[in-house]
């Protein structure tokens, strides 16, 4: 064999090795098919028609590891169009997936839709819901877990088993009269129960089965989502203590609570340890800053044990002051690893220079005689065609503008005698340092969620902010997260980078305030037109509108 030949064989051999090594070194891929339907539950004891994911009220349970692929296949068959949102998920260079009306074409009836995604970099627990219409008031929603690799450790052993509490708040009315409702310029009436995984539960009632079980001496872990309409909830453990380990993907310094607040669209992680007399005890969910007290329980059972739980429950905390100060307890656990190897506390946000602050007022108002609700004294409409596509097709000046509102509130803001309408559009510079500030003005507590990003909320105050507030910001070890609340006639600073290009929708966690236009979009755009910034759209997109028949812009480069 002649020596050209040997070369030309070892370099073959290494191109296969190549080759063969980069497809064994792709992340896992995980597949899932929905098939999406109406069908007849009776979460408070009253037939309804709710959303059945494959025939599940919730929907089934993602169970994900950092930086698995997935891929889900949507198949509605519901009367009206669909989408789901994958809330937390950031979603990086990738608003394609991110499920919203502005950055997606719904899924018509009949039809389906795959949607794929990487859970890339992140680690904890979130949760999907149905963002189209208002579906989400006849369910649809699940959880959605992101575990460490095993080569990233944890900060806590291994629990015994891990489970998924949903708790919140819940209409007997079915979706569409609630949609009706609000179309009708009406505000929601007060819920009609507290569902956890679409139970109510009853207290004393002996044939009840049990949610969850636990073996004596041994530690679970909870992940707790409010994925309600209205109320934040108060979640308590009857006999228990609950060690809060990780916050919506960040592992927290590992306080012990008796009982936890949690807000429209937050998740909390704790750990309890089955050290008590082995028997039944009660897990409870009640509404928080209301006058009305509406609750759900669910049993868990000590295994081998005996005896009915106590039905002298635990009471929750009364007024917002005490959350506010347990908000304040909550510390970013410096010292533990991220989903990557290097510690949380290596990203110093406290030592980045601000490049720009953008505060945002919330009011009610009426437009047409029709309640709606605004940020900075505007109310958003969606577009029929998505936002995100038409800026795509660079054709986005045909149906909006940027920049409708100004980074300050209007100097009126509280006398606002009627609101401006349409789609509401931030223009972001790419890998800027902001600070945005949530001013309530009104009297019920909010609570707000960026897209595509997790945040660092610096601060939380009664009354309105001024620069001089910076003094008393957290710059060290504040929870990076992906939603916020802010108490009445109260303020919250956030901290982040917009380093992830897209589309990205910031919207009240409530369904009704922001179906009534208390939400907006951030419009995150790399200048270099880069694969390095952002992914294409994708092969298999859905188009409407006015971009369904335009071929499709050049591609994105390398």
């Not at 009220?57 to 296949?73: A, D, W, Y």
């Not at 959880?143 to 998924?164: C, H, K, M, Q, W």
């Amino acid at each position: 064999m002649g020596k050209s030949t040997v070369t030309a064989s070892l370099l073959l051999s290494c191109l296969l090795l190549m080759v063969v090594t980069m497809v064994r070194s792709e992340d896992p891929y995980l597949f899932f098919d929905w098939k999406v339907t109406y069908g007849t539950r009776s979460p408070l004891g009253v037939p309804q028609q709710v959303i059945l994911i494959n025939g599940e009220f919730p929907g089934p349970n993602l169970n994900t590891t950092t930086n698995n692929n997935i891929v889900v296949n949507v198949f509605n068959h519901l009367d009206e169009p669909l989408l789901f949102t994958w809330s937390g998920i950031q979603q990086r260079k990738n608003s394609w997936q991110d499920g919203t009306p502005g950055t997606m074409c719904p899924i018509l009836p009949g039809t389906n839709y795959t949607y794929r995604f990487q859970v890339k970099d992140q680690i904890g627990s979130y949760f999907y819901y149905p963002t189209t219409g208002f579906l989400r008031g006849a369910g649809g929603f699940g959880g959605l877990r992101v575990n460490s690799r095993l080569l990233i450790p944890v900060p806590f052993a291994d629990p015994e088993d891990d489970y998924t509490v949903l708790v919140g708040d819940w209409y007997q009315d079915s979706h569409t009269a609630l949609k009706k409702r609000l179309d009708g310029g009406k505000s929601l009436a007060r819920p009609d129960g507290v569902l956890m995984n679409g139970r109510q539960g009853k207290v004393g009632d002996l044939k009840e089965e049990p949610l969850f079980t636990m073996k004596p001496g041994k530690t679970y872990r909870y992940r707790v989502c409010n994925v309600g309409m209205k109320n934040s909830i108060n979640f308590r453990f009857q006999g228990h203590t609950m060690k809060l380990v990780e916050i919506e993907g960040s592992h927290t310094v590992q306080n012990d609570y008796d009982s936890l607040d949690i807000h429209l669209g937050q998740c909390y992680s704790m750990l309890v340890t089955a050290d008590k007399d082995p028997k039944d005890y009660y897990i409870i969910a009640s509404t928080r800053f209301t006058k009305y007290h509406l609750q759900a329980t669910g049993i868990v059972r000590y295994e081998g044990g005996k005896g009915a739980p106590s039905t002298t429950l635990p009471e929750a905390p009364v007024g917002w002051a005490w959350s506010l100060n347990q908000y304040r307890s909550l510390r970013w656990n410096l010292t533990a690893s991220a989903a990557r190897p290097n510690p949380q506390g290596s990203y110093h946000y406290g030592q980045i220079n601000i490049t720009r602050t953008i505060k945002l007022a919330t009011t009610a108002g009426t437009v047409d005689g029709k309640l709606r609700y605004a940020i900075n004294g505007h109310s958003h409409t969606d577009a029929d065609t998505p936002l995100k596509l038409l800026e795509y097709y660079q054709i986005a000046d045909k149906v909006f503008k940027y920049d409708v509102i100004n980074d300050e509130p209007p100097s009126n803001i509280d006398t606002l005698d009627k609101f401006t309408t349409g789609p509401n559009v931030l223009n972001a510079t790419f890998r800027n340092f902001v600070e945005i500030i949530f001013e309530n003005h009104e009297k019920s507590i909010q609570s707000f969620h960026l897209d595509g990003y997790s945040f660092f909320p610096v601060a939380i105050e009664v009354g309105q902010w001024t620069p001089d507030k910076r003094k008393n910001y957290n710059l060290l070890d504040a929870v990076s997260r992906y939603t916020i609340q802010v108490y009445p006639k109260s303020w919250a600073a956030i901290m982040l980078t917009f380093d992830n290009a897209g589309m990205w929708q910031l919207r009240n966690e409530s369904p009704e305030r922001a179906y009534l236009g208390q939400q907006m979009y951030v419009s995150v755009l790399s200048p270099e037109r880069s694969l390095r910034d952002e992914y294409n759209l994708p092969d298999n997109s859905l188009v409407c509108g006015l971009v369904k028949n335009m071929p499709k812009p050049p591609p994105y480069s390398i």
